[in-house]
């Protein structure tokens, strides 16, 4: 659905540039940005996505976006559309993040020769519609997911603010790659949640792997976001030879210790080779027993492993006597152990500043 966008501003010769995503695309008249979904119409740049879902109304347990310490057990209405500002050459959603709408027309729309036209149905809703939907499926969360949240920004603003009204919680599964005035934006709009995505710790990485210039960004939206009282938590899906050594994951530790906070959980996930296959290696066991091991001696309270099987990776352990709190089989919760004030019943640690909302029961 087309909508005259937020946040840009007027260039010679009709051009616009977009202050929505940190790549600040400077875009022809008739040309869309990177993230193929921002378009310059005579001068004035649009949206193609507002309110156009490809993935409507999806309950998801709120660990598999991964949360696991934001209302652990419950479950969150998950929607997405297309597009997206990165072009990860490992991207496990690139049949919806790699895509372009119908309304950017013919190849000629493109300054970039990569890009696939989008053959996926998109349901159109207005923010009305889709407030009345979630409020039907019982849903306390609302998750903006699976291709890039950001840059459905005009759609954000306008729901998010709705489903606050409701006492619905809303949260992002984002790459952060935002820009000040946007993150501003959301924050005034009353996101709760995040849980971003740090690829990597390097520049090097990021021009590599994601094809933008530099992970700062990221990191700045990460800290803009916590100092201002939205729950982050953070994922690094380790890939083999490209991000997985001992010194770039406490690097990454070390940051997240220094600027997030050591109650900031971190999720370490594994890779298996997707898309264009940046490694053909899958991120082995011991990897992610090192990630797991670093983070703990760092000294962050949380580190959490994800796709794959792991003894303690799943778990919420007591940060100051080690008792298991939340035990997670997969997605869900098989066995709690906290009092019903979230202290520790060991050793009487309160977790309410650690795990925000309920914990609900197996």
């Not at 409701?166 to 501003?184: C, D, M, P, R, Y």
């Not at 792997?209 to 982050?232: E, M, R, Y």
Request: aromatic share 10%; hydrophobic share 35%; with cysteine.
């Amino acid at each position: 659905m087309k909508k005259l966008a937020r946040l840009w501003n007027s260039l010679e010769n009709k051009k616009v540039q977009c202050h929505v995503c940190a790549n600040e695309c400077i875009i022809k008249p008739g040309r869309v940005g990177i993230c193929r979904t921002r378009k310059n119409f005579y001068g004035e740049l649009y949206t193609l996505i507002y309110g156009s879902l490809s993935s409507p109304g999806r309950l998801d347990p709120i660990e598999k976006k991964p949360l696991y310490n934001f209302w652990p057990g419950e479950m969150s209405y998950s929607i997405a559309s297309i597009g997206c500002s990165f072009k990860c050459l490992h991207c496990q959603n690139w049949n919806i993040s790699q895509v372009c709408p119908d309304d950017t027309g013919t190849k000629g729309s493109f300054d970039f020769e990569d890009f696939i036209q989008s053959d996926i149905p998109l349901l159109e809703i207005t923010p009305k519609e889709l407030t009345e939907n979630v409020i039907k499926s019982g849903a306390k969360i609302v998750a903006y997911t699976y291709n890039e949240p950001l840059i459905w920004h005009e759609w954000l603003v306008d729901t998010i603010p709705l489903f606050k009204k409701e006492g619905i919680q809303t949260i992002l599964v984002t790459n952060g790659f935002s820009t000040h005035e946007a993150s501003k934006e959301l924050v005034q709009a009353g996101i709760d949640a995040a849980n971003i995505d740090i690829k990597g710790i390097t520049d090097d990485f990021y021009k590599k792997i994601c094809k933008v210039q530099s992970v700062q960004p990221v990191l700045d939206t990460s800290s803009f976001f916590k100092k201002n009282g939205v729950h982050i938590e953070i994922t690094n899906l380790i890939i083999p030879d490209l991000n997985d050594s001992k010194e770039e994951i406490e690097k990454l530790c070390e940051w997240i210790l220094n600027n997030l906070g050591r109650n900031t959980p971190l999720h370490f996930s594994a890779y298996h080779p997707d898309y264009k296959i940046p490694s053909d290696k899958r991120t082995p066991q011991e990897t992610l027993d090192m990630a797991y091991h670093i983070a703990k001696d760092i000294g962050l309270y949380f580190p959490y492993v994800g796709n794959i099987i792991h003894a303690k990776g799943s778990n919420t352990y007591c940060p100051s006597c080690g008792n298991l709190i939340i035990g997670r089989l997969g997605f869900n919760i098989s066995k709690l152990n906290v009092k019903d004030d979230k202290k520790c019943p060991k050793c009487d640690y309160d977790f309410q500043m650690d795990i925000i909302g309920e914990i609900k029961s197996p």
